[in-house]
């Protein structure tokens, strides 16, 4: 089992700035964050290969940067120009494949407030 550890959310001004850090408890392939509206499904932020390659949803392309360190086993989410409709609980996302199957893991979350 892998465990996901989330940090760095909390309560910021509109146009601020907030980097969330997630920690696995070994290396991921896929690591990500996903956010969830009150009453909405989660949805694709942004995700990184141990490789480097990203994905970013179209709403905070150019604002927000996912990045990892691979040693540490540890991805960020940098958040700047920080909108009230960014205000969402994230999660942290790993995907990973082992023998030909696919497994995917999901931190605790944690809610990020942006007001106006």
């Known amino acids: 089992q892998v465990q996901l550890v989330e940090s760095g959310g909390g309560l910021v001004q509109a146009g601020g700035s907030l980097r969330l850090s997630c920690v696995a408890s070994?290396?991921?392939?896929?690591l990500g964050w996903y956010r969830q509206f009150p009453g909405k499904q989660r949805e694709l932020v942004a995700t990184?290969?141990?490789?480097?390659?990203?994905d970013y949803a179209d709403s905070v392309k150019g604002r927000f940067t996912i990045s990892r360190d691979n040693a540490k086993n540890t991805v960020y989410l940098q958040m700047n120009s920080l909108k009230p409709e960014d205000t969402a609980v994230y999660y942290c996302?790993?995907?990973?494949?082992?023998?030909?199957?696919?497994?995917?893991?999901w931190g605790q979350g944690t809610q990020v407030t942006v007001s106006s």
């Open positions: 996302n790993g995907r990973t494949t082992f023998l030909g199957r696919n497994y995917e893991y």
């Open positions: 070994r290396n991921i392939f896929r």
């Open positions: 990184i290969t141990t490789g480097g390659s990203t």
